[in-house]
């Protein structure tokens, strides 16, 4: 089993639609989780950190579920600028005491007219 | 202003030859991180380094080598044993791993 895994879509989805991406960790004493947005051929950037209350910024929406070990992203009101692919990033506990971030393989949105 | 500087953008190598990829900060980052991007594929670790003169490998480390003289500078080497180094390579930083990650724009490295 993969360390992080995520659905790799595409979601297809209509300007204006509500679309959830689902994110799941292999390891339990993994701590701290992201949410990266990465447009094509060019660096990841840091869309919102995952609080353990859930956290909201604008019309996106991060959870986090520490029981089922998945966190998610909801995006309202998609907008064409929202397409890109969204990667999930968990700091995965390795001996020694250190964190590691590691990463899904992403998930792909295209938001169309 | 602050950021992750890699450089060159673009790189093309013949077979048998090492090439040295450049990063540098100066956000007074404490931990580094390489990353290596195949098409369609999400990021793996080659190294990472916490601290000056301290680096560890991390899940594909076959092939490549770093350093870490200074805290700005964390350069990796794709060594001639990498058999398939064609790929996009990020380089990152953060100061407190629970703040997230900032990125440098990449290099991209073809096999020719």
């Known amino acids: 089993r993969k360390e992080v895994e995520q659905d790799p879509g595409p979601f297809n989805v209509p300007e204006g639609a509500t679309v959830a991406f689902n994110c799941t960790y292999s390891?339990?004493?993994?701590?701290?989780f992201f949410w990266y947005r990465q447009d094509c051929r060019k660096e990841p950037k840091l869309l919102m950190s995952v609080y353990s209350s859930g956290n909201e910024d604008g019309r996106f929406t991060a959870q986090l579920n520490r029981a089922s070990q998945y966190i998610s992203l909801l995006i309202r009101d998609s907008k064409l600028s929202d397409s890109a692919t969204y990667l999930c990033?968990?700091?995965?506990?390795?001996?020694?005491?250190?964190?590691?971030?590691?990463f899904g393989r992403g998930t792909s949105l295209i938001v169309h007219p | 202003d602050g950021g992750i500087t890699q450089s060159p953008k673009y790189l093309f190598r013949k077979e048998g030859q090492n090439v040295t990829l450049s990063c540098e900060q100066n956000l007074n980052h404490d931990a580094m991180y390489w990353y290596r991007q195949d098409p369609g594929q999400g990021l793996r670790l080659i190294y990472y380094?916490?601290?000056?003169?301290?680096?560890q490998k991390g899940d594909i480390a076959e092939g490549y080598s770093v350093s870490r003289e200074k805290k700005e500078s964390f350069p990796l080497t794709v060594t001639s044993a990498q058999k398939n180094p064609t790929a996009f390579y990020l380089c990152?930083?953060?100061?407190?791993?629970?703040?997230?990650?900032?990125f440098g724009s990449g290099t991209r490295l073809t096999v020719v």
């Open positions: 380094s916490q601290i000056v003169n301290d680096f």
């Open positions: 990152a930083s953060t100061e407190a791993s629970r703040n997230g990650y900032t």
């Open positions: 390891n339990s004493a993994s701590q701290s």
């Open positions: 990033v968990v700091n995965r506990y390795k001996a020694g005491g250190s964190y590691i971030p590691t």
